[in-house]
């Protein structure tokens, strides 16, 4: 679930890996920025609290220079102090032992001598009193009703001197709603800031190389260094498309070498072949004659199919649109018209651009294989989803498992003598499935079953793309 959500560019990883880490920072500065505004605020509901109590034991006559914090609240003259001989917070709810400590510093930084302390936060609606209060201040300042606060914090001290308790109760006002806009705001900026210039940088890194990897692909399916591709983006990567360009032209240049090379080796061989084919019509043994043009006719055909595997990357033919059906049928033709035991099943029309000679060929050889190792071949055609599947099978004794993906090598045989009459070069498989590569399909063999388990005959099947 995680990999379909993640994406796979590397632009798209970075910036989200960028936008979660600024996520990540920006709620830990959120809860510390919270955690400082609620110490502010608490600091300040103490600081009032105890001048409000400072007013309260003034007030009753006993000397005492209340702290030099500045200005009082607004709202201190309008708290009510309690005064009772047992403080009614006690089986209150848990208490504040910050606050309380905060507030005794307070008291006795200022030689007052106080017993116990107590300060608890709870729910306005537990304390009626509170709430009447609140609502004929709201009836005479005209506040609404919405802006009452939720819960208040009681501050409850002991005067051991006068055996009273003193207890005021101050409401907390409502959270900043300021402080929750500035947060999402700041949030938003740091995001169009610095992920739009992330992606700026990162979109510079990535687009050469996305160009660059198109190129590859381009090169690897038609090793054509025409159209090289600019340097572009910071100097790395032009120096990397640099050295791509070097390589491509490079290998380019050998791929071309090998081409002129391959056409002269073709060349010199098959002019003395013609002529000792030639020369052999001289000799009066006709049964040696026979096996002399046997041999010449088996290193033709081995010397076509090395050409042929050597410039199947490089083929020079288009592709064009073909029917699939009838370019099949035309090589079961073939066979048929030699006598050979070979029949095709047409199936619904299929037509992909391909290139013909090469294809027909690829058929050709599986043809040939079954009808060398299986006695006869069966050529078929079907659709199997967004792919064609062109399959030859044989009646033959199959092939071992473990040996299945050695019988694609070169010079690869499955009757392992290399006598001509039991089998061929060895080439024709490896051909068949570079052809199919080729075509952006594959060459896949299996052993077909009966009901008993054995093995009773050998698919070959070419499995091409249609789009």
Sequence with gaps: MAKRFWPRSLQGQLLLAIALALLLAQTISAVLLYRAQADRREGLLVHTAAMRLFSAIREDGIAVTPPDRGPPPPDERRLRVDRSEVSPLAAD???NTDAEDGLREIMEGQGLKIGQVIVVDRPLSDDPQMIK?????????????????????????????????????????????????????????????????????????????????????????????KGQLEPQGPEDVQRLI??????????????????????????????????????????????????????????THSLDDILSLARVG?????????????????????FEDMGEPVSFER????????????LRRAVRNLTVNALRYGKTARISIERQGNQALIRVEDQGEGIAEDRMEAMFQPFARGEPSRNSATGGAGLGLTLARAIAEQHGGNLVLRNRQGADGAVTGLIATIALPLS
């Excluded at 081409?259 to 000799?283: W, Y």
């Excluded at 490089?314 to 033709?333: F, G, W």
């Design 347 to 358: 199936t619904e029309r299929l037509v992909r651009p391909i290139r013909a000679t090469w």
């Design 133 to 225: 209060r609140l609502q004929r201040r709201a009836a005479v300042l005209g506040r609404p009703e919405r802006e009452r606060p939720h819960h208040l914090l009681a501050a409850s001290i002991e005067l051991p001197d006068a055996k009273r308790w003193l207890t005021v109760r101050i409401p907390v006002p409502r959270g900043e709603p300021a402080l929750l806009l500035t947060l999402i705001g700041q949030t938003l900026l740091l995001y169009g800031l610095m992920v739009g210039a992330i992606a700026l940088i990162v979109g510079r890194m990535t687009r050469p190389l996305a160009a660059l990897t198109a190129r590859l692909e381009h090169f690897a399916a038609h090793r054509d260094a």
């Design 314 to 334: 490089r083929p020079s033919d288009p592709l064009e649109p073909t029917e699939l059906n009838s370019l099949v049928a035309q090589v079961a033709e073939e």
């Design 93 to 95: 709810r848990p208490r």
């Design 242 to 299: 640099l050295a791509h360009n070097a390589m491509e032209n490079r290998i380019a240049a050998m791929l071309d070498e090998k081409d002129v090379m391959l056409g002269a080796i073709g060349h010199d061989l098959k002019t003395p072949l013609a002529a000792l084919r030639v020369r052999i019509e001289s000799v009066e043994d006709e049964a040696e004659r026979a096996k002399m043009a046997t041999t010449i006719e088996d290193i």
